[in-house]
Structures are given as C-alpha cells and as structure tokens.
C-alpha cells in the first residue's frame, strides 16, 4: 500500500524534482521498492471500514473512501457507503428521524 499511495502523491505533485529524486533513492537502495516501484500500482489509502453505534439504531458498520479534489490541493471529499442491508436500514432510520425532526421545527 505504501509504495502505490506514494505513486499518487506523486502524480498529484506533478514534477517535483524533490520526489523524484527521493524515488530515485529509494530504488537504488532497496530491492522490494525496485520491484514494488516496477508493478506501477495505484492505490489510495484512504479507504477502510468504520464501525459507529447510535442510540436507537445501534451499531452500523461503514466503508468509507476519501477521494482528493485535484483542483483544490489538501481537499478531499469522503463518501461513507453502508455495508449490510441492516446497515441501510439504520442509515434509513435515521435519515427519517432527522428528517421528521427538522419538518417540526419549521412549524
């Protein structure tokens, strides 16, 4: 994960003398970044899975990505899907909740 993350943040840094040639180091120094460099591998590491518990729902499980906003550098946008059907359910439940809450307050 470490050296395909890195690609990224090269790619985003455009040409920057300074990460290539810290690349450059680390290929000349190490084997296993020579061949994990070779394999061009892209991945983010903003990626994972999130456990929440809320009163009267109870524990909803979340993948979640955060994907970088290219033209706003230090930007990024995070989208939180449910994994299980029962984890839809209880993001349902509390969309509605929230949603019949604030219909009372403009009353």
């Not at 456990?51 to 946008?77: F, H, K, M, N, W």
Request: hydrophobic content about 45%; glycine content about 6%; overall charge neutral.
């Amino acid at each position: 994960y470490a050296v395909a993350s890195f690609r990224i943040d090269m790619a985003r840094a455009g040409d920057c003398a300074e990460a290539a040639a810290l690349a450059a180091e680390l290929q000349a120094s190490s084997a296993d970044f020579r061949r994990l460099w070779a394999e061009n591998e892209m991945r983010s590491h903003w990626v994972g899975i999130k456990r929440i518990e809320r009163p009267g729902v109870g524990a909803i499980t979340l993948e979640y990505q955060a994907l970088a906003i290219d033209s706003s550098p230090g930007l990024s946008l995070m989208v939180f899907t449910p994994v299980t059907p029962a984890d839809v359910e209880a993001v349902a439940s509390l969309m509605s909740d929230r949603a019949g809450r604030l219909k009372k307050e403009k009353r």
